[in-house]
């Protein structure tokens, strides 16, 4: 029986340390039935561990996932088993998830075999009419992945990701592997499946193009948190946090015509390690014994064109703006929504 939900995903106060780095840090996060949100940001800001903890690849270390519903942070693998079906990830390289002894008609009837929802005749009609939806011909069901381009391949995985029909889909640059001219197209077919099956969709990218084009919502992470979030018109078209302002200036506008035109802001070094990241102050614990250290000043700091005395000695908290939809962390956000400007400050 279908259960009422009312978020596909939801990612509450996850945070995901491996040793010393904090490559998560209190991320929250929903993804809506049926609603496509963008998780964006540069490499190493932590966004595929969020996307490998929504699929329980990984584990969080502190925080709970919830999907469609159900609460699956701590669910052992047996009493997972059957809620696997409910999510799938679509991974950057489907060279490597796709089993390269297995047929395509195996790799897209296995889930359907697994979840016992159709096997034999069934299954194979169901795998004909998987292929023919992602844009493939029956008769690739009988062949192997090395016989098929990047991009058919890539298709085979959205085939078999979709083939349970699950509430969500976790797509990690899944088309950044893939040559350019055959990227929009994969994207085409992600954007018409997604608007026909209605599943949730959180969409890891670093490309701004492409979130634009699929995304109803953007969360924008650096170094482990969110620094905004926003509807995705009213992020391209009034980005608030200057480290999405900077995000925004480096993208190229497809449509030439358009209104948008940005100053290009360009930010003074790389992303810091999450090794060592600038803003951590380190401590003792009351033991005595060192701490991993607290957090006193904001993220972005060292690299921000607006950094002030106050952005070295406290921590933005992430704020719901006026609208109630929007929401950033940056201390220059006035009370009323108003954004700083980076590109007026940046000096470079
Ligand atoms: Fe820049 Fe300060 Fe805002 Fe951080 S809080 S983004 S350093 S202006
Ligand atoms: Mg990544």
Same mark, same amino acid.
């Given at each position: 029986?279908?259960?009422?939900?009312?978020?596909?995903?939801?990612?509450?106060?996850?945070?995901?340390?491996?040793?010393?780095?904090?490559?998560?840090?209190?991320?929250?996060?929903?993804?809506?039935?049926?609603?496509?949100?963008?998780?964006?940001?540069?490499?190493?800001?932590?966004?595929?561990?969020?996307?490998?903890?929504?699929?329980?690849?990984?584990?969080?270390?502190? /925080?709970?996932?919830?999907? =469609? /519903?159900?609460?699956?942070?701590?669910?052992?693998?047996?009493?997972?088993?059957?809620?696997?079906?409910?999510?799938?990830?679509?991974?950057?390289?489907?060279?490597?998830?796709?089993?390269?002894?297995?047929?395509?008609?195996?790799?897209?009837?296995?889930?359907?075999?697994?979840?016992?929802?159709?096997?034999?005749?069934?299954?194979?009609?169901?795998?004909?009419?998987?292929?023919? &939806? +992602?844009?493939?011909?029956?008769?690739?069901?009988?062949?192997?992945?090395?016989?098929?381009?990047?991009? &058919?391949?890539?298709?085979?995985?959205?085939?078999?990701?979709?083939?349970?029909?699950?509430?969500?889909?976790?797509?990690?640059?899944?088309?950044?592997?893939?040559?350019?001219?055959? &990227?929009?197209? +994969?994207?085409?077919?992600? =954007?018409?499946? &997604?608007?026909?099956?209605?599943?949730?969709?959180?969409?890891?990218?670093?490309?701004?193009?492409?979130?634009?084009?699929?995304?109803?919502?953007?969360?924008?992470?650096?170094?482990?948190?969110?620094?905004?979030?926003?509807?995705?018109?009213?992020?391209?078209?009034?980005?608030?946090?200057?480290?999405?302002?900077?995000?925004?200036?480096?993208?190229?506008?497809?449509?030439? /015509?358009?209104?948008?035109?940005?100053?290009?802001? +360009?930010?003074?070094?790389?992303?810091?390690?999450?090794?060592?990241?600038?803003?951590?102050?380190?401590?003792?614990?009351?033991?005595?014994?060192?701490?991993?250290?607290?957090?006193?000043?904001?993220?972005?700091?060292?690299?921000?064109?607006?950094?002030?005395?106050?952005?070295?000695?406290?921590?933005?908290?992430?704020?719901?703006?006026?609208?109630?939809?929007?929401?950033?962390?940056?201390?220059?956000?006035?009370?009323?929504?108003?954004?700083?400007?980076?590109?007026?400050?940046?000096?470079?």
């Amino acid at each position: 029986a279908e259960t009422a939900y009312e978020q596909a995903l939801e990612l509450r106060a996850l945070t995901r340390h491996f040793g010393p780095v904090r490559a998560v840090d209190g991320v929250s996060l929903t993804v809506g039935r049926g609603e496509v949100v963008g998780l964006v940001g540069e490499s190493g800001s932590g966004k595929s561990t969020v996307g490998r903890i929504a699929v329980r690849l990984d584990e969080p270390t502190s /925080g709970s996932v919830h999907i =469609a /519903g159900t609460d699956v942070t701590n669910l052992s693998r047996r009493r997972l088993r059957p809620l696997r079906r409910k999510f799938h990830l679509v991974f950057q390289d489907p060279s490597s998830s796709l089993d390269p002894r297995m047929t395509i008609g195996e790799i897209v009837a296995e889930p359907l075999r697994l979840h016992r929802i159709a096997k034999g005749e069934e299954a194979r009609r169901r795998v004909e009419k998987l292929l023919q &939806q +992602v844009g493939l011909r029956p008769e690739h069901a009988d062949r192997h992945p090395h016989q098929l381009s990047g991009g &058919q391949r890539q298709r085979v995985s959205i085939a078999r990701a979709l083939s349970c029909e699950p509430d969500l889909v976790v797509a990690d640059e899944p088309t950044s592997a893939l040559d350019v001219s055959v &990227q929009a197209s +994969v994207l085409n077919l992600m =954007a018409d499946l &997604q608007r026909d099956r209605g599943f949730g969709c959180l969409f890891i990218t670093h490309d701004l193009a492409a979130v634009e084009f699929l995304a109803d919502r953007i969360a924008v992470m650096y170094l482990g948190q969110i620094v905004e979030e926003a509807p995705t018109a009213a992020l391209f078209a009034d980005p608030k946090h200057p480290y999405t302002q900077a995000l925004l200036s480096a993208a190229p506008v497809p449509d030439p /015509g358009a209104q948008r035109t940005r100053e290009r802001i +360009v930010l003074s070094g790389e992303l810091p390690s999450p090794l060592d990241p600038p803003a951590r102050r380190p401590t003792t614990t009351p033991a005595g014994r060192p701490s991993r250290g607290v957090f006193d000043s904001c993220r972005f700091h060292t690299r921000c064109p607006l950094a002030e005395d106050r952005c070295r000695t406290e921590v933005p908290a992430l704020r719901t703006l006026p609208d109630g939809k929007r929401q950033a962390a940056c201390h220059l956000v006035a009370e009323d929504g108003t954004a700083p400007d980076a590109a007026a400050a940046n000096t470079h």
